[in-house]
């Protein structure tokens, strides 16, 4: 049974940064691909990024390409995500998830197969 684990969630001003990491209990190097996502409430779940393992292949909704960046270290079967400016509106329970076998689409949030426990953001104005 694979577990993904989140941290780095927390209390933050608006402008600031965190960086949330995700471990996983295998090793991601042979799964299609691994992807952020976010839920503020009320709100439907929506994708923040998703980084393939062949390739290193990113994605980043057109609102948040600038501000957020995702990274994969394999050796440590981890991603992060690096989140700088932040914003009130970024304000949400945020998600790892990982997709194992090589089809459909990152974006999609039914495609995963494994989602984390979540960590919450916070950004203050």
């Known amino acids: 049974q694979v577990q993904l684990v989140e941290s780095g969630g927390?209390?933050?001003?608006?402008?600031?940064?965190?960086?949330?990491?995700?471990?996983?209990?295998?090793?991601?190097?042979?799964w299609f691909g691994m992807g952020w996502f976010r839920q503020a409430p009320g709100k439907e779940r929506e994708i923040v990024a998703y980084v393939t393992s062949i390739a290193d292949i990113t994605y980043y909704p057109a609102s948040l390409k600038g501000r957020f960046t995702i990274a994969r270290d394999a050796a440590k079967n981890t991603v992060y995500l690096q989140m700088n400016s932040l914003e009130p509106e970024d304000t949400a329970v945020y998600y790892c998830a990982a997709r194992i076998e090589p089809s459909g689409n990152l974006v999609d949030s039914t495609v995963y197969d494994y989602w984390g426990q979540g960590t919450q953001v916070t950004v203050s104005s």
């Open 10 to 30: 927390g209390l933050v001003q608006a402008g600031g940064s965190l960086r949330l990491s995700c471990a996983a209990s295998q090793r991601t190097s042979r």
